[in-house]
């Protein structure tokens, strides 16, 4: 396993700065958000992907993930909600294929950068429509999506969070299922697991292969609040274990958002003791 760290935790300061900032903490790669203030994929240009290949180049960080999970450019404004939406399961056509187009725009830059996975949500249940209608809607953008990813050779990982439409393991794992496309896996966020009270055994064996990239933080209580890895109630050394007996050998990323104005404290406190954890 590699460790990462999300450059969303960086909104104060520009992505490429932020690059440079991960890499001198010691971090081997980095999560790039396609959102403002960074890629955001509506309005990002050749020119800034050429920019941050060199950073990467210059720093040896690889690209460990495409965050696009979020559309907080789609409104222009800072207010951060609603954050996931449009979704690609929005009512709305006109929405929901803007969430698809921009969705294969995040695959172009995925490419370009060399990134190996897109990470999506599902987005949120809207009222007076029936989950299950939604779930129709969610599979057929993801049908497009997955099309248009495999010829980039991108995977997709979806990311469940309590509150969203796909919010557990065993939906997710239905969802893999029934589309059952070698591109469609899980964005694991483990830190949305422990808040649900899901068993790390089953959701980590269930998922298996699928894993595609793995998000941390850390958690007290049931309390959906990123914290620094060590100072909530998790059991990184279990978890870890765990994905390395089955298999899982690709990029977790400490996903801290909640520390814009200390994003460099809270990477270096959170390497200091994620690199304590026994190999």
């Keep these: 396993?590699?460790?990462?760290?999300?450059?969303?935790?960086?909104?104060?300061?520009?992505?490429?700065?932020?690059v440079e900032r991960i890499a001198a903490v010691g971090y081997d790669s980095v999560e790039l958000l396609a959102d403002v203030p960074h890629l955001y994929a509506d309005s990002?240009?050749?020119?800034?992907?050429?920019?941050?290949?060199?950073?990467?180049?210059?720093?040896?960080?690889?690209v460990a993930n495409i965050n696009a999970n979020t559309a907080v450019g789609f409104y222009g404004r800072t207010f951060w909600e609603p954050l996931f939406e449009p979704s690609l399961a929005h009512p709305d056509p006109d929405l929901r294929q803007w969430r698809i187009e921009y969705s294969k725009k995040c695959v172009d830059i995925a490419a370009s950068l060399g990134a190996p996975t897109v990470s999506v949500t599902s987005g949120r249940p809207i009222a007076g429509i029936l989950p299950e209608e939604s779930m129709t809607l969610l599979r057929c953008s993801l049908r497009e999506v997955l099309k248009y990813a495999a010829e980039k050779s991108v995977r997709i990982g979806i990311e469940y969070e309590p509150g969203l439409l796909i919010e557990r393991s065993e939906e997710l794992?239905?969802?893999?299922?029934?589309?059952?496309?070698?591109?469609?896996?899980?964005?694991?966020?483990?830190?949305?697991?422990?808040?649900?009270?899901?068993?790390?055994?089953?959701?980590?064996s269930g998922l298996?292969?699928?894993?595609?990239?793995?998000?941390?933080?850390?958690?007290?209580?049931?309390?959906?609040?990123?914290?620094?890895?060590?100072?909530?109630?998790?059991?990184?050394?279990?978890?870890f274990a765990l994905l390395k007996r089955h298999g899982y050998d690709g990029f977790v990323t400490v996903e801290l958002y909640t520390y814009p104005d200390r994003p460099e404290q809270a990477a270096t406190e959170a390497l200091e003791y994620l690199r304590n954890i026994p190999a």
């Design 208 to 239: 298996g292969p699928r894993i595609f990239h793995v998000h941390i933080e850390d958690i007290k209580g049931v309390k959906h609040y990123h914290l620094i890895p060590g100072t909530g109630d998790m059991d990184f050394p279990k978890l």
């Design 1 to 18: 396993m590699r460790l990462s760290f999300s450059a969303n935790a960086f909104v104060k300061r520009p992505v490429f700065e932020a």
């Design 44 to 62: 990002v240009s050749d020119a800034d992907l050429e920019k941050m290949r060199a950073v990467l180049n210059k720093t040896g960080l690889k």
């Design 173 to 204: 794992v239905e969802l893999i299922s029934v589309i059952d496309s070698p591109w469609l896996g899980a964005n694991l966020d483990l830190g949305h697991s422990h808040v649900l009270g899901e068993d790390p055994e089953t959701v980590i």
